[in-house]
């Protein structure tokens, strides 16, 4: 009997150290394998103009989880639908649903009020959502290493690797690294636009002005960074100068430096510090060999800028600036009576303009 209980005992031993050899070269393969998923991302159609396309979300999947593979053709491969609209309190919704093998499925729910975080965020749901659905897959592994054999034997191993099969689960999440948040690389959009602006103690009397201006904006994070360069010219007559019709005029150009945010889906708001150069120039049409006064311009000043995306290129602004005249003229003319306009300190502009853009969110 001892006999017969010894030889038990070592068929057991035996058959145990089988399965925990079996149990760990299946799970390490599990861990390794690469996970095909069929990914599929929609932005509602009034959103399209500011939120991210799909090859900069996947890029922002992959930096979460570099050796995660896309499939377009497999019919088993896991789906996730990855979905984005705007809510009725002014945020934007992002849904991310998982659709199993087995047919149920998973939902996540991310808002926030900025499209680009709102995909960041989606990102890394996704790509958390992957890293857990392979733990699960490594899960099923020794089930099925148990039943590879007959016999009382195969069920004895069956128990030593669920038993084994634990330690593996629980020790798994422990070697893998800490996860950082997926920057992308940065990307730099270029614009042109053209607008008119009512400019404000410049000139004799309040009058419309021309401006056009190219531009570059970076995405920094949550905020854009900008740069803005623009012409514009304004004129004006003179009041009461019906004899010697003098003129002013301005030529000038002007630098900015931008950050803006988006405040709801469709609109972005900007503020701005700004330097402007230039002439101011004034003149007679009236009086021959009258005088001709060029005299240099120039301003520091803010400005506020709101603007309206209409789709993925084009947007509306209105916008605001007040500026500071370091050196300030005067323009008189003696004509029937003394007609006078002097330069005040403080000077400003409201208008409003078109643009376009071209390159990546």
């Not at 150290?17 to 149990?23: H, K, P, Q």
């Not at 680009?116 to 990102?123: E, N, P, T």
């Not at 290129?313 to 008189?332: D, I, M, Q, R």
């Not at 003696?334 to 005040?344: I, K």
């Amino acid at each position: 009997m001892a006999t017969k209980a010894s030889l038990r005992g070592a068929s057991l031993l035996a058959t145990s150290a089988v399965s925990l050899f079996g149990v760990i070269p299946a799970a390490f393969g599990e861990e390794g394998r690469v996970e095909a998923i069929q990914l599929h991302y929609a932005v509602e159609e009034r959103l399209a103009g500011h939120c991210p396309d799909r090859s900069r979300f996947v890029a922002l999947l992959l930096a979460e989880r570099p050796r995660l593979s896309l499939a377009t053709d497999d019919p088993d491969a896991r789906r996730f639908d990855v979905r984005i609209r705007a809510s009725t309190n002014g945020k934007l919704e992002g849904e991310l649903v998982i659709a199993k093998r087995d047919g149920s499925a998973d939902t996540r729910n991310v808002d926030a009020r900025d499209c680009r975080a709102l995909v960041r965020a989606l990102a890394v749901v996704t790509a958390v959502a992957t890293d857990l659905a392979a733990v699960d897959a490594a899960d099923d592994a020794p089930h099925q290493i148990a039943t590879h054999d007959d016999g009382a034997a195969a069920g004895d191993r069956a128990e030593s690797a669920e038993r084994v099969a634990p330690a593996e689960t629980v020790d798994r999440p422990a070697e893998s690294p800490p996860r950082r948040s997926p920057r992308g690389p940065a990307t730099v959009a270029l614009g042109v636009g053209v607008g008119t602006e009512l400019v404000l103690g410049a000139l004799p009397r309040p009058t419309m002005g021309y401006r056009g201006y190219v531009e570059a904006q970076r995405s920094l994070g949550v905020l854009d960074g900008g740069l803005r360069a623009s012409l514009a010219f304004a004129r004006a007559q003179l009041s009461d100068t019906s004899e010697l019709n003098v003129f002013v005029q301005t030529w000038t150009a002007r630098l900015e430096g931008c950050v803006g945010r988006r405040i709801l889906a469709p609109l972005s708001l900007e503020g701005c510090l700004d330097a402007t150069g230039g002439a101011y120039h004034s003149y007679s049409t009236g009086v021959s060999n009258a005088r001709n006064d060029v005299r240099p311009w120039f301003t520091v000043g803010s400005d506020l800028r709101i603007r309206w995306h209409l789709g993925r290129a084009f947007h509306a602004e209105v916008f605001g600036n007040a500026s500071y005249v370091p050196t300030v003229y005067a323009t008189v003319a003696r004509d029937q009576v003394g007609a006078s306009h002097d330069v005040p300190r403080a000077i400003g502009e409201i208008g409003i303009g078109v643009g376009h853009s071209f390159g990546g969110k």
